[in-house]
């Protein structure tokens, strides 16, 4: 069974930075993507970036350049760095495992964390 603990969410001015942390459980398929996701108020949940079995990340155009996601595999471990924080950035964040290989897109996700960010 999988399982996603995120934490590290919290209040910060805008300009700020945070670390997010998502400790989950071992990965079910050979080839795991693990991505952040974003959820805003009456808003869908956007994909904002994702990392691949090989490192390898991508980032979403609105946090491309500020945000930096990255993962310790030996301590089951996904991160995402945030800098430069905006209002805008203010959501709940989920992390997320890929239950197929190669970046499937079955996504399991955790029970999201809160970021607010205050001008």
């Known amino acids: 069974q999988v399982q996603l603990v995120e934490s590290g969410g919290g209040s910060v001015q805008a300009g700020g930075s945070l670390r997010l942390a998502c400790v989950h459980s071992k990965y079910i398929s050979s080839r795991p993507c693990m991505s952040w996701f974003r959820q805003s108020p009456g808003k869908g949940r956007d994909r904002i970036a994702t990392?691949?079995?090989?490192?390898?990340?991508t980032y979403t155009d609105s946090v491309q350049g500020r945000f930096t996601i990255s993962k310790d595999d030996a301590k089951n471990t996904l991160y995402l760095q945030m800098n430069s924080l905006t209002p805008d950035d203010t959501a709940k964040y989920y992390c997320a495992v890929d239950l197929l290989p190669y970046c499937g897109g079955s996504w399991f996700w955790g029970q999201g964390t809160q970021v607010t960010v205050s001008s």
């Open positions: 990392i691949n079995w090989d490192g390898i990340s």
